[in-house]
């Protein structure tokens, strides 16, 4: 068992023969290294239920038992905290274990389960917004988190590849397009052909009419009509491609809004067979007024299917086919209705079986004016963001390392300007409002993804400094702990696995982002005030032993949250 583990039995068992029954023996970090390595809370609570004192309530648990060996002192301060101070060598031991573990200790705690995720899910047709590019750095930063944890995870890409946008497009593609045009087909162009027969539709009847007589067209099956729908889609997807593969993101489904097409008749039937869905005005609709929500259509006056509709035969798909344990959802903060809504909806109608829907919002990010906004404030091109990134870091990777070869500069730079936006996004809590700015994104210093890479980097070659002047491998030698610094390293370190576990039940990597950014500024305090391979011969190898292991932290916590880390920078 791990420290954690035993410091919890010690205590559990303290606090059944003191108040049996009661629970308690819960560990956390001590904020303030004065009162110890760890404390548990837990005697204050107890004590009021059962009309006790509580500071003599956490005496008491504390005088119980022997100490065990992994604790140096067990002490009880304030209104009843307790207060643990760990042996250095059972800290030394714990870290030497989770640095040799290839999980480095992350519990398996999804083993068996099945998880998927929807997230990315741009709409074909439309250049990405800034809510999908948030949704695909969080929602591929969640995922890979989920499968460290053990989740057999199915990312699915949702895309919105159906709907009535389609007859629009298919009309203005037919008439304001040259054969030239349709040849050098691009996102952007399709863009403009949807905006230009939009607003021909609102002025002209006429053109109305014609772009929902190729929407019904497309929905009949009509072949010409599908092969150039095919082919937004197959445009679409090879932009978004580059995009995902920039960013390191793979998903193991691709499953558009078409592919649920069939099913949408079936789940409107259902939802009439158990008296959930109701007509009102030609439409049919679920009234959820008495759970405080508001009126969802699932199908509208003409007979069409929506969003609605789709989300809820989706949800019975994927618990056929998978029987996840989780359904999480990533889009921006605007949707939290759609998804209370149908979530609501499946679960009346016992489509979840054994899944929990989540559904992770987040804000958007504001973008400072004229960076990279376009016209409605929230539209930019994914491309240029990645492209300006990776210029910018090229400036700071040429002024520092003028004399490195050239393909490593560029990689390097493509390195550092994706980390630097992925950091700057997966940093936050999801929920709070941020605003990007360059000057933060790229700091070299402070809370950053290039300041993360930059530690990781200084860390590879201080081990492999000792490989060259000691000949042996870090990663075998015996750790010991001498300064408070090296121990506060080392404390954190065991505090890996945990961070992970609750980045990954919250669907929060900013659990993780935060952890690592504190590892990254105990190490320097470590390192500022211990020289390594500069001291006597056991010390030095005792401290590359800590750098070891924090390296082997950092880097992997930097993988979950799909950060690149360059070997030197
Ligand atoms: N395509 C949608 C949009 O751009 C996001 C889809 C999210 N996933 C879902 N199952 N509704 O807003």
């Not at 209705?337 to 979840?352: A, K, S, T, V, Y």
Request: with cysteine.
């Amino acid at each position: 068992m791990d420290c954690e583990g035993l410091a919890r039995a010690w205590l559990g068992a303290a606090f059944e023969a003191v108040a049996p029954g009661c629970g308690g023996g819960k560990v956390v970090p001590s904020k303030d290294a004065r009162f110890g390595d760890w404390q548990c809370n837990d005697a204050m609570g107890i004590a009021k239920r059962l009309g006790r004192n509580p500071r003599e309530l956490a005496q008491a648990v504390v005088g119980a038992l022997p100490l065990p060996e992994i604790l140096e002192k067990a002490e009880v301060a304030g209104p009843g905290f307790i207060n643990l101070t760990l042996s250095g060598k059972a800290v030394a031991a714990g870290v030497e274990a989770l640095a040799g573990d290839a999980a480095l200790g992350v519990p398996q705690v999804g083993a068996g389960e099945r998880v998927v995720i929807d997230y990315s899910s741009p709409n074909v047709a439309k250049p990405m917004h800034i809510g999908h590019i948030r949704s695909t750095v969080i929602g591929n930063a969640i995922d890979r988190i989920l499968r460290a944890l053990g989740y057999a995870v199915v990312a699915d890409n949702h895309v919105g590849d159906w709907g009535t946008q389609f007859g629009i497009l298919l009309e203005g593609y037919r008439a304001f397009l040259t054969d030239a045009e349709r040849e050098a087909l691009t996102v952007d162009l399709l863009e403009k052909v949807y905006v230009k027969s939009y607003n021909r539709t609102k002025e002209d009847p006429a053109w109305l009419e014609r772009c929902r007589e190729a929407l019904v067209r497309l929905q009949a099956g009509d072949e010409a009509c599908l092969a150039v729908w095919r082919r937004f889609i197959e445009i679409s997807m090879r932009e978004f491609g580059r995009v995902y593969d920039r960013l390191g993101v793979r998903f193991d489904l691709c499953r558009g809004e078409s592919y649920y097409q069939p099913m949408l008749g079936p789940t409107v039937e259902l939802l009439k067979e158990r008296g959930l869905a109701t007509q009102s005005e030609g439409a049919w609709i679920v009234d959820m007024k008495d759970e405080g929500l508001e009126v969802a259509i699932v199908r509208k006056r003409d007979g069409g299917f929506n969003y609605t509709t789709t989300d809820i035969a989706t949800v019975r798909s994927r618990v056929e086919e998978f029987d996840p344990a989780r359904i999480i959802y990533v889009t921006d903060e605007r949707q939290q209705l759609h998804f209370r809504q149908f979530f609501r909806i499946c679960e009346r109608l016992g489509l979840c079986g054994k899944a929990r829907l989540q559904h992770v919002w987040f804000g958007l990010m504001r973008l400072p004016e004229g960076t990279f906004s376009t016209r409605q404030g929230n539209v930019i091109k994914l491309e240029t963001l990645l492209d300006e990134a990776a210029a910018r870091a090229r400036k700071i990777v040429d002024e520092s390392h003028p004399d490195w070869p050239e393909a490593e500069r560029a990689a390097l730079a493509e390195a550092i300007g994706i980390g630097a936006i992925k950091y700057a996004d997966l940093s936050h809590d999801p929920t709070t409002m941020i605003v990007f700015t360059w000057d933060k994104a790229l700091a070299l210093e402070g809370n950053s993804g290039p300041y993360l890479q930059y530690a990781n980097a200084r860390l590879n070659s201080l081990l492999e400094k000792y490989r060259a002047a000691v000949g042996r491998e870090p990663a075998e030698q015996p750790l010991a702990l001498g300064t408070p610094a090296e121990k506060a390293l080392a404390l954190h370190l065991l505090q890996y696995p945990n961070a992970v576990a609750r980045a990954g039940e919250l669907c929060k990597p900013s659990v993780l982002a935060d952890y690592l950014y504190q590892l990254s500024q105990l190490y320097s305090s470590f390192y500022q005030g211990s020289p390594v391979l500069k001291a006597e011969p056991a010390v030095r190898d005792a401290r590359i032993r800590l750098c070891d292991a924090t390296s082997k932290v950092l880097r992997g916590g930097l993988a979950l949250l799909g950060i690149p880390t360059p070997e030197r920078l």
